[in-house]
């Protein structure tokens, strides 16, 4: 059983900046064999992937309407996956999951996911 605590959500004008960490309890194994993915869900709406990374190569993919503004990176030596959000848009308001292995942005094969956490953008 894998264990996933998001924190970092919080409100900000459009623009603004936050950085999402999200931590395994399974560090080791999660981190150097498994996809970890952060997905966003906007009130009525489905779950939407918005990056994720392959632990064993480090490769990260993102979802077009991120690109270029979000940020998905790992500190291996603390064990935590991060998702910095740059520029953020009204749009981007959702509440934001990190979830562990699984496949790319395919919500439906990750196995993990942690308790959510909230991102607000308005002005």
């Known amino acids: 059983q894998v264990h996933l605590a998001e924190s970092g959500g919080g409100s900000v004008q459009p623009g603004g900046s936050l950085r999402l960490s999200c931590a395994a309890s399974?560090?080791?194994?999660?981190?150097?064999?498994?996809?970890m993915a952060w997905f966003r869900q906007a009130p009525g709406q489905e779950r939407e992937g918005v990056a994720a990374?392959?632990?064993?190569?480090?490769?990260?993919i993102y979802t077009n309407s991120v690109k270029g503004r979000f940020i998905l990176s790992r500190d291996t030596a603390g064990n935590t996956v991060y998702l910095q959000l740059n520029d953020l848009k009204p749009e981007d308001t959702a509440v934001y999951y990190c979830?562990?292995?699984?496949?790319?942005?395919?919500?439906?094969?990750?196995?993990?996911w942690g308790q959510g956490t909230q991102v607000t953008v308005s002005s």
């Open positions: 979830a562990a292995e699984g496949v790319g942005l395919e919500a439906e094969l990750y196995r993990y």
């Open positions: 990374i392959d632990g064993r190569t480090g490769h990260t």
């Open positions: 399974d560090s080791v194994q999660t981190y150097n064999r498994e996809w």
